[in-house]
């Protein structure tokens, strides 16, 4: 049976996360699947790569299916882009060696968090932006920013109800960019990331930013180890998974140690 690897992008308002939950809630891994089933004619249950939450979005999400069709990697595209809803589509399909599993393949992901900082509210931006009004210290952000680059135990950044596994994560790139009064982005890649990871590290830049939290003081909540020390969850909608890269040993096994969580 042949299997694809899929790019998707999709707005994550409309979505109780990617993975398939109890209840009939309706999730990236459901509506992909479903179509994949109207278009092959048998049952799917496409793999992510990230179990993206409630409200995230994607601009690289990868996936993998197996399907038995004898549609091309070009013509699957284009017939699940005309069955699939406005709020998903898939961007980029290949067919690919049966070795190859798009959670275990993922060698890195790059997420970034939009922040609007203007005077005034932005209503084109309120969908994909967390509005914050307090003028924003980029210096400081980047300060604390780059006190978080490296391997570390995040259990500080995880949420409150935390998965099982180590908490020991590796981030290559932890950057904020923009102008205050302006958009404001933070770049996070990283191996792999805990529950809610991304979005506890943003609510902590923020508070930064806005003169509650010293940048010195990253080190500290760090080795604390307790979340009630890091900043608040920032709102899901202001984060988007960007990009996924794959390792060229493509792995069919977890590798271990790196449980693959939502952040």
Not at 120 to 141: E, G, I, N, Q, Y
Request: one cysteine or more; glycine letters at 10%; charged letters at 25%.
């Amino acid at each position: 049976m042949p299997r694809f690897r899929l790019t998707l992008e999709y707005d994550g308002a409309g979505f109780a996360g990617w993975q398939v939950q109890p209840g009939g809630l309706r999730t990236v891994q459901g509506v992909l699947g479903a179509a994949l089933e109207r278009i092959a004619g048998h049952p799917c249950r496409p793999v992510g790569a990230s179990r993206t939450d409630a409200g995230v979005h994607a601009e690289g999400q990868l996936a993998s299916v197996d399907l038995e069709t004898a549609l091309d990697a070009e013509r699957l595209l284009r017939g699940l882009n005309g069955v699939l809803p406005r709020d998903l589509a898939v961007v980029a399909a290949s067919e690919v060696g049966p070795e190859f599993h798009a959670r275990w393949a993922a060698r890195s992901k790059l997420y970034r968090y939009r922040i609007w900082n203007g005077a005034s509210p932005s209503p084109l931006r309120a969908a994909w932006t967390h509005r914050v009004f307090t003028p924003l210290d980029l210096p400081a952000m980047r300060d604390a920013a780059a006190r978080l680059l490296g391997s570390h135990d995040f259990r500080s950044f995880q949420a409150a109800r935390p998965a099982p596994g180590a908490t020991v994560r590796t981030l290559t790139r932890v950057d904020v960019e923009g102008e205050t009064r302006g958009e404001v982005r933070i770049w996070v890649e990283g191996d792999a990331f805990l529950r809610h990871m991304v979005r506890i590290l943003a609510g902590t830049l923020v508070e930064v930013g806005i003169g509650r939290r010293d940048p010195e003081a990253i080190p500290a909540l760090l080795a604390a180890r307790d979340r009630s020390r890091a900043g608040p969850t920032a709102p899901a909608r202001g984060l988007c998974l960007v990009q996924v890269d794959c390792a060229e040993g493509r792995f069919s096994q977890p590798r271990p140690g790196l449980p693959i969580q939502r952040p």
